[in-house]
């Protein structure tokens, strides 16, 4: 049994599986996290039920990652198939948290909220042996040919309380992106950037946008859902429900194809023009105007009637054909995201060309860089804990020396 010392710096979910598996091989084990407890970003992920995966072929899985260049996606391919999605959903059966794929294909966790399943995910590690060590951040590091020396200070920072350095044979790096947490761009920076690491500005991702000129729309349906819509941007079209904000608008679609400029809103996808009109223009009991055609007979949700209501020009008012061909395609501007404390995820971050094919820095030999640090990105739906565990396992077995 090995017994090599390793420090894993972050509680989520890359860095809990990378501890499972360096583990499994004998090694000694030890989680180092800021917070007063483990896997924060756990908790705000899934604070009404966690979406652990997408259901869809593992040939398929990898293209709805955002990568830079063609290694960068083939090193996350290679962690994929070492631990794949029905990897991990078994992984978290073994320990009774159960899943099920939602009509979306979204793999949820059953019955449970994500502090159930981070409760026994925990219990499972601290009973195999892996240390936690929680209030503790690292602020500086320094790579030597058998070991890694880590400065510790206690969090939040005490200026009276010296610095703690301790000593591992390997790190892995699990720091997350600063999407919720901003300060881990400037931790990242101080961290990686002494030592000659490229580390791509972190901008937001899986985020909201700004609605212009829109102000009474926004007012009056805040909350709740435009149903079953389809957006189409200069990055693409994508069907779901989007949700209204103060703001303007987010959910599903916004997050796939978001992003700065004009877009469309096409608020009967399902559905040709001409089927629609059938519908439209069936008799009714009232001679209805066109806008209340679409009101009684369109089959459209209150907030997508309140969208057309508010933005249909008069030429379109006057005529059900001109009314449900717009309704079709509702020009909208989409300005800039929100900001990376309202985002899901960030793109940016540690460069793969940094890393060897083992996640191991280039410049800092035995420390390794796993999860949202790095520069990549995929949409919600369970993309992004995926990419992060597979790394996770694929590292901390490698590490480890259990995968050649």
Known sequence: MSRVRIAIIGSGPAGLMAAEFARRSGSEVTIFEKRPSLGRKILIAGSSRLNITYDVGLETFINFYRCREVNDRQMIDQCLRFFKPSDWIK??????????????????????????????WTEKLKAMGVSTETKMELYELKAHDQRVDLCFRPYPHDQSVEPTIRSFDACILALGSPAWETQTASQLSQLLEPHGVQIRPFIPSNVGYSLPNLEKFLKECEGRPLKNCALTTASGTKRGDIMVTSYGIEGTPVYYVGTSGLATLNLKPNVSHERWLIELLKPAKENYSPMRRMQRLGGLSESSYALLYHTAPDAARSSIEKLAQFAQAVPLELVAPRTLEESISASGGVCFSELDRDFQLKRLPKVYAIGEMLDWDAPTGGFLIQGCVSMGAYVGAKIAGSIS
């Open 91 to 120: 992984y978290l059966a073994d320990i009774n948290v159960e899943s099920f794929v939602g009509t979306s294909g979204r793999v949820l966790i059953k019955d449970q909220k994500a502090s159930h399943a981070l409760k026994v």
